[in-house]
């Protein structure tokens, strides 16, 4: 087990994700620190919840920069003053640069709230909900160049309820993304999570296309 795997958090929102990560026995199991958590927004309650758990903070405006790829390296230059070991997307609602996702190839994780490669993007609970799947779910992954579309690691998956509105089916695959998040970031940090040419491997093998699934 390496001894120590510090993590670099992106949000921009409420910070739900960091919340599960900061409270998780999994992590706290694990040879992860949270260093630093980096929002584009200086109203996201997420900072606060950084700042309440001691955890170092910054703020990098996007509607400062002329364009993505300014912004993004003005963002890789703070991130890497932690030398962090993994990048957490955690409701970080900037699509990134090709030459960011290259930056921190193999260690840049995302969390999406659907069953990957089902709904990509926005609306994904309404989406289910008009398809009419039975089941939906969120999904951990390595990030590449294709938006919502690398390797997959570890998915839960939730029967969808008759009486389910998007909602309610929000609230459920919420509850299940503090689930699986904390889960991918202690297998990182216990080097048992990695990824190569061939995708994502776990413990030397490598994961199925739908990552290691896990029944609600």
Known sequence: ???????????????????ALIDSDDVKASPATLRAVISNRTDAPGLQRAKNAGIDTRVLDHTAF????????????????????????????????????????????NIHPSLLPKYKGLH??????????????????????????GPLVVQ???????EDTPSSLAQRVHAQEHRIYPLAVRWFAEGR?????????????LLPASGHQIQI
Do not use: K
């Open 1 to 19: 087990m390496p001894d120590t795997c510090d993590v670099v958090v992106l949000l921009s929102g409420t910070g739900s994700n960091l919340q």
């Open 156 to 162: 839960a998956v939730i029967p969808v309820e008759s």
């Open 66 to 109: 002329e364009g993505r790829e300014a912004f993004d390296a003005a963002l890789i230059e703070i991130i890497d003053t932690f030398n962090p070991h993994l990048v957490v997307l955690a409701g970080f609602m900037r699509i990134l640069s090709a030459d960011f996702v290259r930056h921190y190839q193999g260690r840049l994780l």
């Open 124 to 149: 994904t609970h309404q989406r289910a909900l008009e398809a009419q799947d039975r089941e939906h779910g969120c999904s951990v992954h390595f990030v590449t160049e294709e938006l919502d579309g």
């Open 193 to 205: 999570l990695s990824l190569d040419e061939q995708g994502a491997l776990l413990d030397g093998q």
